[in-house]
């Protein structure tokens, strides 16, 4: 039985050293719904009251669409800056956070509200309510992880040890996720208050 195990765990990390690409869209695959339900159950549930279906939304948008975006991004900054030094390191965290950072961040809100139903409008103007102070929070974190990775992880891990280091970022961008559904139920609860406020003045 040793033996098997050891049989499939060698010729496991065969096939994701060759399918690097493959080996990060697993991670986020497991990764992200992950951190999904890491912000559930802060927010007070568990596994009967867990909501699948949103960590199932993350799990699909970390797998089939963060990971192919990062690994075409680490493929294009490693073929134009291939030395691993900390200088380099600081390049391309900085170029990072210029380009690749904000496209992340807007087009998270914008797919994770598609993935939901909402509309394009929709889609839109969340990402117009939530960039800004997530980006803030961004900026401030992801520069000091992307050095590290740039300049001291070799580039056929680099994938996998941002989807390592996300696991936190992802649960406070599902914390973001989640304080817009708080949001919009308690708009729903003013305004269902207000109808009823409203029935109850008509009918004195």
């Known amino acids: 039985m040793p033996l098997s195990i050891h049989v499939l765990r060698t010729q496991w990390k065969a096939?994701?050293?060759?399918?690097?690409?493959l080996r990060g869209a697993l991670s986020y695959a497991v990764l992200w719904p992950t951190?999904?339900?890491?912000?559930?159950?802060?927010?007070?549930?568990?596994?009967?009251?867990?909501d699948y279906m949103r960590a199932l939304r993350f799990g699909i948008f970390g797998g089939l669409y963060v990971a192919p975006t990062l690994y075409g991004w680490?493929?294009?900054?490693?073929?134009m800056w291939p030395?691993?030094?900390?200088?380099?390191?600081l390049i391309k965290a900085a170029i990072e956070q210029l380009s690749y950072g904000p496209f992340a961040c807007a087009s998270f809100f914008a797919g994770m509200s598609l993935l939901e139903g909402k509309s394009?409008?929709?889609?839109?103007?969340?990402?117009?309510?939530?960039?800004?102070?997530?980006?803030k929070v961004g900026i401030c974190i992801w520069p000091i992880l992307q050095t590290i990775n740039f300049s001291m992880v070799p580039e056929r891990h680099r994938v996998v040890f941002v989807s390592i280091c996300s696991l936190m970022w992802t649960t406070f961008?599902?914390?973001?996720?989640?304080?817009?559904?708080?949001e919009e139920?308690?708009?729903q609860q003013k305004h269902y208050?207000?109808?009823?406020?409203?029935?109850k003045a008509l009918t004195l």
Do not use: C
């Not at 951190?35 to 867990?50: D, F, H, P, R, V």
């Not at 961008?173 to 708080?182: D, G, N, R």
């Open 120 to 135: 394009k409008e929709q889609a839109v103007q969340e990402v117009k309510d939530k960039f800004v102070p997530t980006f």
């Open 193 to 199: 208050d207000d109808d009823v406020q409203r029935g």
């Open 185 to 187: 139920k308690e708009q």
């Open 15 to 21: 096939f994701t050293s060759a399918h690097p690409l």
């Open 74 to 79: 680490v493929k294009l900054t490693s073929a």
């Open 173 to 182: 961008l599902a914390y973001m996720k989640t304080m817009e559904i708080h």
């Open 35 to 50: 951190s999904s339900l890491i912000q559930q159950t802060i927010e007070g549930k568990n596994i009967k009251t867990y």
């Open 83 to 89: 030395q691993m030094t900390l200088r380099v390191g």
